[in-house]
């Protein structure tokens, strides 16, 4: 079955880096999409960032355009996410999500990883 696994969170200062992964499991996931969507406390789900199959096409939101990095590695079934210049409004929960389309849609969701920014 599908699953995704994100890890690299934790605690850093404001100003500091972090470098997000998100394995992946269970799909062939060199031919999907993939999302990082984010979520802080006490708010809604937030897009952060996609990445298309090849890895040629990303998009980033306005919020953390210039400073968020999104990559995958096909041959190792990882996503990852790459935060620079980390701000306390990146505190949230990150997700890593792959939407898999077909007459019965699904999308598919890891556990989360906590990022908190704060000094």
């Known amino acids: 079955q599908v699953q995704l696994v994100e890890s690299g969170g934790g605690l850093v200062q404001p100003g500091g880096s972090l470098r997000l992964s998100c394995a992946a499991s269970?799909?062939?996931?060199?031919?999907?999409?993939m999302y990082w969507v984010r979520q802080a406390p006490g708010k809604g789900l937030e897009w952060v960032s996609y990445?298309?199959?090849?890895?040629?096409?990303?998009y980033y939101s306005d919020s953390v355009k210039g400073r968020f990095t999104i990559s995958r590695d096909n041959s190792k079934n990882t996503l990852y996410l790459e935060m620079n210049s980390l701000k306390p409004e990146d505190t949230a929960i990150y997700y890593c999500?792959?939407?898999?389309?077909?007459?019965?849609?699904?999308?598919?969701w890891g556990q989360g990883t906590q990022v908190t920014v704060s000094s």
């Open positions: 999500n792959v939407h898999v389309p077909g007459p019965v849609p699904v999308d598919y």
């Open positions: 269970g799909f062939t996931f060199s031919t999907y999409w």
């Open positions: 990445i298309n199959a090849g890895g040629i096409s990303t």
